[in-house]
């Protein structure tokens, strides 16, 4: 199998630095899980067109780490959380590792990328996720926690957020990577927005993180 660029120990040193951000630690197995995890990326969903070719020179901070801070949202772990758009497994493969007890859904509209991310469940040991061929537009409420990735712009996933979220839930967003400044965003009815910086120095560079909770 075909390595990362860049070794575990520093990739991991990495994940363990974000995940102690977000407020979390790793549990036992979670690194073994995640050495698997950025090892299958390259070998596979690379070749397979899963992420783009350039993406193994920074697989461990700009992906898997940073999906690991995406736990910012939550003190203690949801009892399940729904990843919107998560591709080959990021961010759901990460948080299903950091929170074990947590029913992880991967949602995406693609067969072929949905094939890749059971495949990688498989071969990190991640019991708890499930992976479902779907569109975004076609869930329904309520659903406890969301995750997003990449996926819509800020604007958008607002709307689908104040849609979805049951009461008391909560959604993070990735966005803005490398970025700052204010940022210029009006949350709907029924939802209360903060956001949280990952600073440079966790990783390689500022991503900022949209927190939604609907009220």
């Not at 495949?119 to 076609?138: F, K, P, T, W």
């Not at 009006?186 to 927190?211: H, K, S, Y």
């Amino acid at each position: 199998m075909k390595h990362p660029t860049g070794d575990d120990h520093t990739g991991l040193a990495l994940c363990r630095r974000a995940a102690a951000w977000a407020g979390h630690s790793l549990p036992s197995g979670a690194e073994d899980g995640l050495r698997r995890f950025a090892h299958w990326l390259v070998a596979e969903a690379v070749p397979a067109g899963g992420l783009g070719p350039a993406e193994g020179d920074r697989l461990w901070g700009r992906h898997l780490a940073e999906s690991l801070a995406m736990a910012v949202g939550w003190s203690d772990p949801p009892p399940a959380l729904t990843d919107l758009g998560g591709g080959v497994g990021l961010p759901a493969i990460p948080l299903a590792l950091l929170f074990p007890v947590t029913r992880v859904t991967l949602i995406d509209r693609s067969g072929r990328r949905c094939r890749l991310a059971r495949r990688a469940g498989r071969v990190v040991g991640a019991a708890n996720l499930e992976v479902v061929q779907a569109r975004i537009e076609d869930l329904e409420p309520p659903l406890p926690a969301l995750t997003w990735r990449a996926v819509l712009s800020p604007e958008a996933a607002l709307g689908q957020a104040a849609r979805l979220l049951g009461p008391s839930g909560r959604s993070v967003l990735a966005f803005d990577r490398g970025r700052t400044g204010p940022i210029d965003l009006t949350a709907p009815p029924g939802l209360q927005l903060t956001t949280a910086e990952l600073p440079t120095g966790v990783l390689d560079g500022p991503v900022r993180f949209l927190i939604m909770t609907a009220t």
